[in-house]
């Protein structure tokens, strides 16, 4: 009997340093972690493009991320500025250890400001592209967290109405 109970503890002790790990991650904490990989840097033909002021909101019913970001355009010296939304889904690529959002669809870009002369054709061909895909876009940069917290690999990612929910 002794013998049957000390193989129950040890195979429970065993059983769960075997399973899975979950954190979630708020909407908050998650544009939180943004911010330390933003404002992000760009060339794009005579342009220096820059990313900043990430905010998310995860869909939990459609399993998809929204992205809204402040874009800033220079081109000699001269400024458009506009605020751009994108939605697609979520996934952990391994090899580069970066949370990414895949299959993004642009799904508005408004203009708050532009002094760039000439800009009218390319402005149009943003706005042409609402609602197409567009290529993936990286979010967050897990080596850094590995520094802190070595082997963290995530498992799988799902978006629940609380947040990312996280499998380690």
Partial sequence: MLRNLGLVILLAFFCTRLQAFNITLSETQFNS???AGFPVRQQYQDFVITFSNPNTAFMGKTQSVMLK???TAVKDGQTLRAIASVEGGVNYNK???QIEIIKPRLLSFNILDNSIAQSEQAIEMVKQAVGQQMPMIFLV???QLNQLFP???P???VITEQGLL???
């Fill in 33 to 35: 972690m943004l911010q």
């Fill in 69 to 71: 970001t402040l874009i």
């Fill in 95 to 97: 090899n580069l250890q």
């Fill in 141 to 143: 940069d897990l080596q």
């Fill in 151 to 153: 082997g963290l690999q």
């Fill in 155 to 157: 498992k799988d990612l």
């Fill in 166 to 168: 996280i499998t380690l």
